[in-house]
């Protein structure tokens, strides 16, 4: 199982990203699949979840109302769009798989992890 993360880079404060995250999983379709990230210095943190039909969507009350996580069941891909970013968004992000189909906040609940992609929010 492979899961791809693209689309951090360097951003100003107030812009925008897209994150993609393309997973070679066969179940796919029955998977819960949610964004972390870890900051320097500090623990990986819940940021997004989304159920396997993509109808039910979790955030962490950091980024609710700014960030939304969507999903492609034909292509096998989870995306995080993120506005208004802020200084303290700056971190690694991670997406995984549970292979649970329901929304899942807590990293124990996902069996499957990417690699990362780095964001940079700049003042």
């Known amino acids: 199982v492979q899961l791809q993360a693209s689309g951090g880079g360097l951003v100003q404060a107030g812009g925008s990203l897209r994150l993609s995250c393309a997973a070679s999983?066969?179940?796919?379709?029955?998977?819960?699949m949610g964004w972390f990230r870890r900051a320097p210095g500090k623990e990986r943190e819940f940021v997004a979840a989304i159920e396997a039909t993509g109808r039910i969507t979790n955030y962490s009350d950091s980024v609710r109302g700014r960030f939304t996580i969507s999903r492609d069941n034909v292509k096998n891909m989870v995306f995080l769009q993120m506005n208004s970013l802020k200084l303290e968004d700056s971190a690694v992000y991670y997406c995984a798989a549970a292979r649970r189909g329901v929304v899942v906040r807590y990293s124990d609940g996902y069996d499957y992890w990417g690699q990362g992609t780095l964001v940079t929010v700049s003042s």
């Open positions: 999983l066969r179940t796919f379709r029955t998977n819960c």
